[in-house]
């Protein structure tokens, strides 16, 4: 219990320091607060769709019907955090750029993973039979996953970037965060990794009581 | 698991073999692609008319004209064994290597004719420059076996499904993306007229991507196939 409170407390303090200590990048401005909540939606997104897939890896190892609940959730978890992502990127871009969509690099890949992960809930949807929806959903999401470089070689080749990385990092990758902007950005990174991990827990806790409920039912 | 390659090959040429035969017999999968095709592109035609349209333009409209009459016809190699309920009879007579192997060759068979009979009409109904055709029919048929070695796989997925229809071309078009982006662009620049070294680069994509999406459907290939 203790550490939902030290949770919530830390979460009300990163957002009164986000909005208070001067904009994280002087050229964007005001605007630019969003990177306290952007990359970190967009780092969960990454992390519970790696950890789908190995989810998935696992389930067609050892045929364990909880590793693919656990897939199913995990990349359940990834999507509403890659809306989150894409929205508050979307908003970030009217702002700066003028238009909330111009397909750079960032967001085609983003709306790609949006794309594949839709898929892979369509064809969970799709297939009755547990077993049969386990093996099918897990060979498709290490399928999409194995793409995914080739987007990544592709995309920037055909679109140019308009992405404000000298915010995050320089050329020679060193980190040009002022000690408070970097303090409020890897709290709030660490805070997000923390309420992802409590959901996903949840989200386990929900799938156990279905099963046993299912149990008693036959 | 084969015992030696000349086993695996052979077999694979008995599921092609028949699986081509069948299709002789209805010729199902080919007259709905090809139809497809012909709307799709009468369609294009009809609306942009002959005038010379940009490359860009014209590359785009042809690659989407071919990835929805691929998307049209490809499922059915395994959607029939499924609805004939014959696939279980072919599950016990070889391994599922051979019948990746014999499943790809013949959508790799169906997307050659689509494409021997599409391509021209396109020339002809568009009024495309044909002053680089073998540059073209190099990247088409790179893009092809692409298109074939990423969507095999997921037909043997949507064949074990209970709703097909719209789920086939609902998991290819993520997988299918980059290479689609590729084609489109290496498209537009042998209608210009370029060199085969200008599009060098794209040629290395699309084979890089046909051979890992064929490696990567071999390895998952057993666990759809034997659920």
């Known amino acids: ?218 | 698991m084969p015992q030696n390659s000349f086993g695996l090959i052979s077999k694979a040429a008995a599921v092609y073999a028949k699986d081509l035969r069948l299709e002789l017999r209805t010729k199902y999968a080919l007259n709905a692609i090809l139809m497809f095709g012909i709307t799709t592109l009468t369609v294009v035609s009809f609306s942009v008319g002959q005038s010379g349209l940009p490359p860009k333009l014209l590359s785009s409209l042809f690659w989407i004209v071919m990835f929805f009459s691929a998307m049209s016809g490809l499922a059915q190699v395994f959607v029939r064994e499924e609805e004939s309920g014959t696939a279980l009879a072919l599950k016990l007579t070889t391994d599922p290597d051979a019948i990746y192997w014999g499943k790809l060759g013949f959508n790799l068979t169906l997307l050659t004719i689509m494409t021997v009979i599409i391509a021209p009409i396109f020339f002809i109904f568009t009024d495309a420059p044909t002053d680089n055709l073998v540059l073209f029919a190099l990247v088409l048929f790179l893009g092809m076996i692409g298109l074939c070695g990423a969507t095999t796989i997921v037909a043997a997925i949507i064949a074990r499904a209970s709703v097909k229809g719209a789920l086939f071309a609902v998991l290819s078009f993520p997988l299918l993306l980059p290479l689609l982006l590729v084609l489109v662009k290496a498209t537009e620049k042998v209608l210009l007229g370029v060199s085969f070294s200008s599009v060098a680069t794209e040629l290395q994509f699309l084979v890089a991507f046909a051979v890992v999406m064929i490696v990567g459907s071999v390895m998952l290939f057993k666990f759809v196939w034997l659920d």
């Open chain 1, 1 to 218: 219990m203790w550490w939902k409170w030290s949770l919530f407390i830390a979460m009300g303090l990163v957002i009164v320091f986000s909005f208070t200590t001067p904009a994280p990048q002087q050229q964007i401005g005001e605007a630019s607060r969003v990177f306290y909540y952007h990359i970190p939606q967009a780092w969960i997104c990454v992390l519970a769709f790696m950890m789908s897939m190995i989810f998935s890896i696992r389930y067609l190892k050892n045929r364990r019907i909880e590793e693919d609940d656990r897939a199913a959730d995990a990349a359940r978890l990834g999507f509403i955090f890659c809306i989150l992502a894409t929205v508050t990127g979307s908003i970030f871009a009217k702002v700066t750029w003028g238009s909330f969509w111009n397909w750079d690099p960032r967001e085609s890949s983003i709306f790609i993973l949006l794309l594949i992960y839709g898929a892979y809930f369509a064809l969970r949807g799709a297939v009755e039979v547990e077993e049969r929806r386990a093996a099918l959903s897990s060979v498709y999401s290490i399928f999409a996953f194995i793409t995914v470089p080739f987007l990544i070689f592709v995309i920037p080749r055909i679109t140019p970037s308009l992405h404000p990385e000298d915010s995050i990092v320089t050329e020679n990758m060193k980190f040009t965060m002022g000690p408070a902007v970097r303090t409020i950005f890897f709290s709030s990174l660490a805070l997000f990794t923390v309420v992802y991990f409590w959901m996903f827990s949840l989200a386990r806790r929900v799938r156990i009581i279905e099963r046993s409920r299912m149990e008693i039912e036959e």
